[in-house]
C-alpha cells in the first residue's frame, strides 16, 4: 500500500471507505479509470477532514452512475449534462460527484462553457486552483500514483491559494467567492498573482455575471461550513454579500446570530454526525434582520431550489414541536431522552439550542449531545454481538443495538468507594550519644 492510500484510508470514515470500495469496484467492471480528486484531495493533504468524496473518470460517468446508483442504493440528487457529472447521496449520508474527465473553454466571462472529453492530467490542469487539481489513482495497476501537474501539493504545504491559470477567475468568475471561501476556511494566504488576478476582475466588474445556479451552489458551500459567519463577514468586507440580495450586506447581516451558530454547532463532539441539512437553518439565521420583501428578494436572486425554501420557512414550526416534546416530563431517563433525540433533525436541534428561552429543553439538549450521543456512539457491533450473540446482518440487530444503548445510558455509575490511607507509622526518634 502505498504512503498516499494508507494516508487517504486513515482520513475515511467506515461508510466513506466503503462508498470508495463501491465507487472502485463499479469503475473497474467498465473499464474506466479512476480517480479520486479536488477537495477530498486537498482535505486529506492538508489535514482536514474530507467531507465529500469526489471522483473523476475517463469514460461516461453518467452512465457509470446509473449503474452504481442500482447497485448502491445511492440516490441520485442532481446530473450537469454539459459537464457530465452526477451527484449522489450514498447511505450514511456520504456525498459523492463522479465527473468526466473534461476540458472547459469559455468564450466570455461567465458564459457557458464548450466541453469536451479529455485525459485526467487535461482536467486537472483546468480546474480553479491548483490545491483542488490533484488526483490519486484508484486503478490497480496505478493504485496510490498522485496525479499534480500544477503542483498544487507545495500550495498545500505553503498554505497558498493560487490559480491554476491566468484566466481563472476571468472564465468563471463565481470562483472569487470559493476564493474567499477556502481563505477563510483554510486559513491560507491568496498568491500575489492570483490577488492581482482577482483585483482586475473586480475592476471589471465581472461578478455581475455570476449566474443564479453557480450562487445557490456557494450558499450551500458556505452553510456546511463550520464557520459560516466568518465566511459571511468575509464576503461582506469585500462587498460581494449583496450578490445573494442586495438587502444583505452590512447592518443587515446578522452576523451576531451566525456567530451564534458557530457555537451551537461547535457544541456538537468532533466525529459526531448530527444529521443535519444546513441550508434551512443558515438561511434562517442569515436572513432574520430582513423584512418579507427583502427575502423574498434573497429567493429571486440567488435561484433558490423548492427544497431550500421549504427547510428555510418550515424550519421555526417544526422546532417548536420538538420543543414542545423536549418539555415532556416522560423524558426522564437518559435513554428516552436518547431516543427521541435521535429521530429530530440536527438542524432543528441547533436551531432550538440558539433559540429556545426553556432552560429544560437547552440542559436536555446539551445532555444530548456531549453526554449520551458520544456514550451511544461508543456501543460497537462487537459488543452488540458479544452481548447478544447476533450477526450485525440479523434484521434483529438494530433492535439489539438500541436496547443494549439504552441499557448503557440508564446504568447508574458506579460509586468509587475510597480506599482507607494508611495510619501513620511511628518512627523511633534516637537522642544522640
Not at 353 to 371: A, G, P, T
Amino acid at each position: 500500500m502505498s504512503d498516499y492510500m494508507f494516508m487517504l484510508e486513515s482520513h475515511l470514515t467506515p461508510d466513506q471507505r466503503r462508498v470508495v470500495e463501491e465507487v472502485q469496484a463499479s469503475a473497474a467492471e467498465a473499464n474506466a479509470s479512476l480517480f479520486l480528486t479536488g477537495g477530498a484531495m486537498r482535505d486529506m493533504l492538508g489535514g482536514f477532514p474530507i467531507r465529500d468524496l469526489d471522483f473523476t473518470i475517463e469514460g461516461n460517468a453518467p452512465k457509470l452512475a446509473k449503474g452504481l446508483a442500482s447497485r448502491s442504493g445511492a440516490e441520485i440528487v442532481s446530473t450537469d449534462e454539459t459537464r457530465k457529472s452526477v451527484e449522489f447521496r450514498f447511505p450514511g449520508r456520504v456525498t459523492v460527484s463522479l465527473s468526466t474527465a473534461r476540458q472547459e473553454r469559455y468564450a466570455k466571462p461567465g458564459g457557458k462553457p464548450t466541453v469536451q472529453p479529455a485525459t485526467i492530467h487535461e482536467d486537472l490542469r483546468g480546474r480553479d486552483f491548483t490545491i483542488n487539481a490533484i488526483g490519486l489513482s484508484l486503478n490497480r495497476a496505478s493504485r496510490g500514483l498522485l496525479v499534480d501537474p500544477a503542483n498544487g501539493l507545495a500550495d498545500i504545504e505553503r498554505k497558498e491559494l493560487r490559480a491554476t491559470t491566468n484566466y481563472t477567475l476571468y472564465d468563471d468568475p463565481s470562483r472569487i467567492l470559493r476564493l474567499i471561501r477556502l481563505k477563510v476556511r483554510l486559513g491560507y494566504e491568496i498568491a500575489e498573482r492570483t490577488k492581482m488576478q482577482y483585483e482586475n476582475v473586480r475592476l471589471a466588474e465581472l461578478e455581475t455575471k455570476i449566474q443564479a445556479a453557480a450562487l445557490r451552489h456557494e450558499l450551500h458551500q458556505i452553510a456546511q461550513e463550520p464557520n459560516a459567519g466568518d465566511i459571511v463577514k468575509a464576503l461582506d468586507d469585500e462587498k460581494l454579500m449583496r450578490l445573494f440580495s442586495p438587502a444583505l450586506s452590512g447592518a443587515s447581516l446578522n452576523l451576531a446570530g451566525l456567530s451564534k451558530l458557530q457555537k451551537a454547532r461547535l457544541t456538537v463532539p468532533f466525529g459526531v454526525d448530527l444529521e443535519l441539512e444546513p441550508m434551512g437553518l443558515f438561511l434562517c439565521v442569515l436572513t432574520e434582520k430582513l423584512n418579507p420583501k427583502e427575502k423574498s428578494a434573497r429567493i429571486t436572486s440567488s435561484g433558490l431550489s423548492k427544497d431550500d425554501i421549504e427547510d428555510w420557512h418550515k424550519l421555526d414550526a417544526k422546532a417548536k414541536k420538538l420543543e414542545k416534546e423536549l418539555k415532556s416530563p416522560s423524558l426522564n431517563k437518559p435513554s428516552l431522552l436518547h431516543a427521541a433525540l435521535s429521530k429530530a433533525p440536527g438542524d432543528q436541534i441547533l436551531y432550538l439550542l440558539m433559540k429556545s428561552s426553556e432552560r429544560l429543553v437547552q440542559d436536555r439538549i446539551k445532555n444530548y449531545l456531549q453526554k449520551y450521543l458520544p456514550a451511544a456512539q461508543e456501543v460497537t457491533d462487537k459488543d452488540v454481538t458479544a452481548a447478544t450473540g447476533l450477526d450485525p446482518s440479523n434484521p434483529k440487530f438494530r433492535k439489539a443495538r438500541q436496547e443494549l444503548i439504552a441499557q448503557r445510558l440508564d446504568a447508574r455509575p458506579k460509586k468509587v468507594v475510597p480506599e482507607p490511607e494508611p495510619e501513620p507509622v511511628a518512627v523511633p526518634v534516637r537522642g544522640r550519644g
